[in-house]
């Protein structure tokens, strides 16, 4: 998630840019600068990509934009990705580009950036970038249905029901005081699953959890489609 | 205009402890807290505008200050109270736990109603004196603490641009010092949180809900354009009533 832009056999420049970063894990085709209306995995423009320099890319949802209708519109899709998103990864590069704070994967960059609890500027813009890769992951076309297999039965386990589970998820959404993300995840040392929310960028890796799925509970994700009737959109 | 609608019934004394209010309402009657007794305790309820939905437009559109003042407001308006129902039981049961977990709700959902509360009294429409700058002492002092208005202005927008998530950036009266101050507060947080001797003379709300519709994600354009519509006349009663 939140790759960066490695060079050459990605973007089909008429020169070979430099290598910026050493990448690592499995990497996806990074889209195209190109305006938000894209609604394909694209490799980079020829021609611009050998003058741009970038550390992380802006990955695309795993799915077109208007995939996720009605409960989500393309419009919104557009403007999340497009702009907020899209926003996050470039704020991150201008900053990392006056910082020698490369070489490090998404998920290291957020711990490193966290600083302890006395974030370093760019750790907003790097967890939101990861945190919106993982929230479009979270949700796909035709979804909504229950889970399947182990993490059925587990969710069985640690919360007695499916819909226990939902309403616990639904009610720590509509709990939430300001922007922040509602997660379910699996706590690495009770070694069970769990809901928790998180303010503003904040991101449940920070801690060593797993995250299972991510809400983005941001005004901007929902207020296009469902303005402030939040209960529709979660649910 | 609320104050003098509901005499007759018993009206509590705004001193509940949340300073800005007491001293924003006491110097202007027109803030419209709305309060109720029932039951011996205080109700709150929606102060009206003072202008029509549309009379902000182009700066602020008709359908956000109508969703933002019927919905947001009112839903914070409606958990506070029942906030502080809760609070009351708590109380009466000396039930200590509850006590202090109802504090999260009643800062979040008082303050929304308390920050949105003067933010209705900070917008006025372009036709009626909006946007006109300060004249008289804040002017002065605007001049003194900041070189000019518009640098001011371009202080404010920065630090409500670069805000992180949602809250509000304010002009704020140091009463003890007499001095303006530009501070940002989170979520919901009344300006006091960030000092007690803080006076809200404006705030702007930068919650994505004030802008979204309109604006979509560029912040920096509804506060460039916000400023067409504000109300330097209330901010310069509070502050000659605060300074006097």
Known sequence: ?235 | MALRAIAGKKTLTLGLGFGPRGAVAASCPGLGLRLRHVRGLVTFSLPDLPYDYGALEPAISGEIMQLHHQKHHQTYITNYNKALEQLEEAMAKGDSSKVVHLQSAIKFNGGGHINHSIFWQNLKPANEGGGEPPHGSLGWAIDTDYGSVEALVQKMNAEGAALQGSGWVWLALDKEMKKLKVETTANQDPLVTKGANLVPLLGIDVWEHAYYLQYKNVRPDYLKNVWKVMNWKYASEVYEKEVA
Not at chain 1, 25 to 48: D, E, H, I
Not at chain 1, 68 to 74: A, D, G, K, N, V
Not at chain 1, 99 to 118: A, C, D, Q, R, S
Not at chain 1, 210 to 216: A, C, K, Q
Request: one cysteine or more.
């Open chain 1, 1 to 235: 998630m939140g790759f960066p832009l490695l060079s050459p056999s990605y973007c089909c420049g008429s020169q070979p840019s430099p290598p910026i970063f050493h990448g690592l894990l499995r990497f996806k085709p990074v889209t195209s600068l190109r305006k938000p209306s894209s609604q394909k995995r694209q490799l980079c423009q020829s021609g611009r990509a050998s003058k741009i320099l970038a550390y992380y890319g802006l990955t695309t949802p795993p799915y077109e934009l208007d995939a996720l209708e009605p409960y989500m519109s393309q419009r919104t899709l557009e403007l999340h990705w497009g702009k907020h998103h899209r926003d996050y990864v470039d704020s991150l590069n201008k900053q990392l580009a006056k910082n020698p704070l490369y070489g490090h994967t998404m998920e290291e960059l957020i711990k490193v950036t966290y600083n302890n609890g006395n974030p370093l500027p760019e750790f907003n813009n790097a967890a939101q970038v990861w945190n919106h890769d993982f929230f479009w992951e979270s949700m796909q076309p035709g979804g909504g249905k229950l889970p399947q297999g182990g993490l059925l039965q587990q969710i069985e386990k640690d919360f007695d029901s499916f819909s226990n589970f939902r309403d616990k998820f639904v009610e720590s959404a509509m709990t939430l005081f300001g922007s922040g993300w509602v997660w379910l995840v699996l706590r690495t040392e009770e070694k069970r699953l769990s809901v928790v929310r998180t303010s503003n960028a904040m991101c449940p890796l920070i801690w060593g959890d797993i995250p299972i799925i991510g809400l983005d509970m941001w005004e901007h994700a929902y207020y296009l489609d469902y303005k402030e009737e939040n209960v529709r959109a979660i649910c």
